[in-house]
């Protein structure tokens, strides 16, 4: 079960990625630590601000948010 768990959230968090990434604001990654998932952020410009990593953190809990609303909508229509 947490092999399945662990796959789910790479698949989380690879879409949410994409999708933030097609908007052209934002460019991060993901990466596997200890055999779990994360969304990996690097800030190396020196005119980042923090109003900057507000709207990064707000787009990445919007996408999360609409990735998993589409996973339960449609385990739903199958039902």
């Not at 796959?7 to 779990?36: D, N």
């Not at 190396?44 to 998993?68: G, P, Q």
């Amino acid at each position: 079960m947490g092999d399945r768990d662990e796959a789910r959230s790479a698949t989380l968090h690879t879409r949410v990625v994409e999708r933030i990434e097609k908007e052209g604001k934002f460019w991060f990654s993901t990466t596997v630590m200890k055999g779990q998932s994360w969304f990996r952020v690097n800030v190396v410009n020196f005119r980042t601000r923090l109003e900057h990593m507000d709207a990064l953190f707000a787009a990445l809990r919007r996408e999360c948010e609409s990735v998993v609303g589409e996973k339960d909508s449609s385990r739903g229509a199958r039902r």
